[in-house]
Every structure is written in C-alpha cells, then in structure tokens.
C-alpha cells in the first residue's frame, strides 16, 4: 500500500481490522500540540461588551446570573440573614458544652464542643467538636492551624444551626473491661 493519495475505501477494510498508518509527511512530532505555538485569539472586556450576539448580552438582556439586580439583591439579603441566624447560634454555644451534631445527609454525632468562632479555612462562624468516636474528618488542626486538640478523625467543624448543645452524656460501651 504504497500509494499516499488513495482513499481509505479503495482498500479492503472489514470490521475488527487493524490499519497502522505512519506519517511520512515530514511534520515535526508534536507540532500540533503545542499550544505555545499558536496565536491566541484576545477580546478585551470593554469590546466583548459591545457585541450584541455573545452570551454575557444574552443574561443581560434576560436579566440572568448577576445581571438581575433584584435576584442578586435578594440572595445577599438572604444570605446575610443566614449569616446573622448562624453568628446568633454560634453566641449560645460554649467551650466544654456536650453537644448533639445533626448534618443533613449524615448520621446524628455526640461529642464536646471545643471552638465556636470564625477560621481561616471558611468564611462564617463555625463550631468545632470532638466527636466521641473516630467519626471526623481531622484532629483540630485545618490548613495547618490549630484551633483545638484530639484525636486523629475525632474532630470536626460544623455550622452552629447543626449544633445542638444540652445534656448528652458519653455512652460506655464497656470496652475497657475487656
């Protein structure tokens, strides 16, 4: 099959047939895929702003996404009420507290309260709880602070509308008399 013009019909090809095709043509290895090669195509903000047909006009003439001043206005009131119901929660909260850690889709935890307040991994308030079984995610420590000590997979942090604290004593399973 010495012939580089012919069409791959005009050979006998069937299925589950296997065709090796080397590339002969002379072209660099990987000239293709080197995007440092290619010029890129570049639209300043103000320019895209003025074409009528692309999709930031479209959402600003249906008024979706940011563009929908009442939407987005809303949704800050929203979420600066969320905000304000957790920093509420958050304040009736104390260090040393038992607590109950109820978290939609996951099962319902006991543990002690060891922070409540803000942290550098997420903005808001947050609680953080020794659990009494290895149900965390981490031992107090997040992004390399530490903002309380335990065991390894013993703490976590959760929103404080999650936290329920009140008289939830240790349950003995009895496995130190064993």
């Given at each position: 099959m010495d012939d580089s013009e012919a069409l791959l019909g005009s050979y006998p090809v069937d299925d589950d047939c296997r065709i090796h095709v080397i590339d002969r043509s002379g072209g660099q290895m990987g000239e293709f895929t080197d995007v440092s090669k290619v010029q890129k195509f570049e639209l300043s903000d103000e320019a895209y702003d003025k074409k009528t047909d692309t999709a930031r006009s479209?959402?600003?003439k249906q008024r979706i996404g940011h563009f929908n001043e009442e939407e987005m206005a809303k949704k800050k009131a929203e979420h600066a009420a969320r905000e304000e119901e957790q920093k509420?929660?958050?304040?009736?909260?104390?260090v040393g507290s038992r607590c109950k850690v109820q978290v939609p889709g996951q099962p319902t935890k006991l543990g002690t309260?060891?922070?409540?307040?803000?942290?550098d991994f997420k903005?808001?308030?947050?609680?953080?709880?020794?659990?009494?079984?290895?149900?965390?995610?981490?031992n107090g420590i997040v992004e390399g602070k530490r903002y309380f000590e335990c065991e390894n997979k013993y703490?976590?942090?959760v929103k404080p509308l999650s936290v329920t604290v009140g008289d939830f004593p240790e349950e003995d399973y009895g496995l130190d008399e064993m």
């Open positions: 479209f959402m600003r509420a929660a958050a304040d009736v909260i104390s309260v060891m922070y409540v307040g803000t942290t903005p808001g308030y947050w609680v953080g709880v020794k659990y009494d079984e290895p149900l965390g995610k981490n703490g976590a942090f």
